[in-house]
């Protein structure tokens, strides 16, 4: 079990770090990886011309599990080998799906322990799954990347919700207004129209994460729609902050009450050095960085699901 990475990580469904090189050692150990369900409870699948084939593997390693909870990162696959999937959907706790719009209307039904949800779909439209809230009992953690809002999601169970690749994040801000228990909301790559119409106060949000890298910049203004109190980390592109820092930042805060004690601004920065400590002289940690690592990293483990 130690040579495998910790769950919920997904191993390869073939290879040197899968479970199926303990098979080939001996009789003996091929028996008890055979018989331990837990090796076979965390799986993920790569593009791969030869759909059937993999579809095949998928099958196996789902009868292996037995009755475990299961981890698993699908990424492009054929119908075949998702409905092989789905027919296991009450056993689904940490998901990262890579569908087409298509595939999306088979997610139905209850899914009783699932706990992380990532879910990307190939398609502009943004449809969502053919579920309701009461389906996802113990969902706390979500990241949508290109998928629309809806009533499917249990939003005021979520701790941790990521939004991703959206043309106007302004939909989901009646959503948000029901995000009770929100501790961490990251906006990645977000437009907005403006004006901005509703205004949100998440009371438990924590730490904020805004990266806007590829649109003009309009979703600044959600700093005049949000209020958050609890706020401490504030992570978020310079392309965002604009050319008034101070003016964007100080109304938010002094309207939030929050006490911020981490800020992070990644790029290019039109802020001159000798300005930004007596701008915000109550935050204790500022921090600017032209590397867009940390954005990355995120981007990442948004495309490769929870680690």
């Not at 993999?54 to 292996?64: K, M, P």
């Not at 943004?126 to 499917?152: I, K």
């Not at 994040?169 to 207004?177: A, D, E, R, T």
Request: charged share 20%; with cysteine; glycine share 6%.
């Amino acid at each position: 079990m130690h040579f495998l990475p910790p769950y919920p990580t997904c191993p390869q469904l073939a290879g040197l770090d899968s479970p199926t090189s303990l098979t080939h050692i001996c009789r003996q150990w091929r028996e008890i990886a055979l018989t331990s369900p837990r090796l076979w409870r965390a799986f993920c699948t790569v593009y791969t011309a030869n759909q059937a084939e993999q579809t095949r593997v998928v099958e196996t390693w789902l009868d292996r599990s037995g009755s475990c909870p299961l981890s698993i990162q699908m990424g492009s696959s054929d119908d075949e080998c998702f409905l092989a999937l789905v027919l296991h959907r009450q056993r689904w706790e940490h998901m990262h799906l890579d569908l087409e719009a298509k595939e999306m209307a088979l997610i139905k039904g209850p899914m009783p322990l699932l706990q992380s949800l990532s879910l990307r779909v190939d398609n502009m439209e943004y449809p969502h799954p053919a579920t309701t809230a009461e389906d996802f009992p113990r969902l706390r953690t979500v990241a949508l990347d290109a998928v629309g809002p809806g009533n499917w999601l249990p939003i005021s169970q979520l701790t941790s919700f990521t939004i991703d690749d959206v043309d106007n994040v302004n939909n989901y801000f009646s959503l948000l207004q029901g995000a009770v228990n929100l501790v961490s909301l990251h906006l990645i790559d977000c437009g907005t129209d403006v004006p901005l119409q509703s205004s949100v106060k998440l009371a438990r949000l924590e730490l904020l994460v805004i990266v806007d890298l590829y649109s003009d910049g309009s979703v600044s203004k959600i700093f005049e729609t949000f209020t958050l109190p609890a706020l401490h980390t504030l992570h978020m592109s310079a392309g965002v902050l604009g050319q008034d820092p101070e003016g964007l930042l100080t109304p938010f805060v002094a309207r939030s009450g929050c006490k911020l004690q981490d800020v992070l601004i990644t790029g290019v920065c039109h802020f001159p050095k000798e300005s930004r400590r007596a701008a915000f002289p109550s935050i204790p940690n500022i921090t600017f960085d032209r590397d867009y690592g940390w954005y990355t990293e995120e981007k990442m483990q948004l495309r490769r699901g929870f680690t």
